[in-house]
């Protein structure tokens, strides 16, 4: 079975400054990845996905994430914050082309002024 | 186009009552996902759902908990005796006809059992 591993549960930052927040995955057969948004008392809004091709994956306001094979990790990063961003990020793995998504227990992503 | 929508947004049931949450889908979208949050955790996978079927269900508890889409209305989540364990948000998502990689999440039910 797959499973999903976010290290970071909070990550503070500074306005303007670099973040990069942790994904790795288990799975013993392909996976297609996911990153998810989750702004207070609303859904998920997805960030980006990786199904095949480029490893670099380029998402919606800015953030990009690399897939690694080798090292079982889908990073997510956005080289400038805002404030705007203070959000929870939930990183996401998919055997199968988008059904039954099994999801990270989330980054909580505070930017501060 | 409206999003996913979800009613109620709050619910609170006594342990024992029955609890039912609605999820309309996108207009266009015939897939229905359901996952539950519990504090502290990423979302659960629970059940996917095509109209009037039941496409995978390996996340739904055995007991209490039952889904469906009808052809029309819809789609609802049962809850049946509800434990204070059930207490979560319960998010659904759709997704248009062979785009099953995109899906769309509505705001989420957040269901307090007393």
């Known amino acids: 079975a797959q499973s999903v591993t976010q290290l970071d549960s909070q990550v503070p930052v500074f306005e303007e400054a670099p973040v990069e927040l942790r994904c790795n995955y288990s799975?013993?057969?392909?996976?297609?990845l996911f990153w998810y948004v989750q702004y207070p008392n609303q859904g998920l809004q997805l960030l980006l996905k990786y199904l095949s091709g480029s490893t670099l994956v380029k998402g919606i306001n800015g953030f990009e994430a690399e897939f690694n094979k080798s090292q079982t990790s889908f990073h997510l990063r956005k080289p400038s914050v805002h404030i705007s961003d203070t959000a929870e990020y939930f990183c996401a793995v998919s055997l199968d082309y988008g059904q039954n998504f099994v999801f990270g227990p989330g980054t909580r992503l505070s930017v501060l002024p | 186009n409206a999003g996913v929508m979800q009613n109620p947004r709050h619910l609170v049931r006594r342990r024992g009552q029955e609890a039912r949450l609605r999820c309309s889908p996108m207009?266009?979208?015939?897939?229905v996902y359901w996952y539950r949050q519990l504090p502290e955790e990423g979302l659960k996978f629970m059940v996917y759902?095509?109209?009037?079927?039941?496409?995978?269900e390996s996340g739904m508890p055995k007991e209490r908990f039952s889904a469906e889409f009808p052809k029309e209305g819809p789609s609802i989540l049962r809850i049946q005796q509800v434990v204070r364990g059930d207490s979560a948000a319960y998010f659904c998502?759709?997704?248009?006809?062979?785009?099953?990689?995109?899906?769309?999440f509505g705001p989420g039910t957040r269901l307090t059992v007393l």
């Open positions: 799975s013993s057969v392909s996976v297609y």
């Open positions: 759902l095509q109209k009037e079927n039941i496409i995978d």
């Open positions: 207009k266009g979208h015939s897939h």
């Open positions: 998502a759709s997704s248009p006809p062979g785009h099953t990689d995109t899906q769309y």
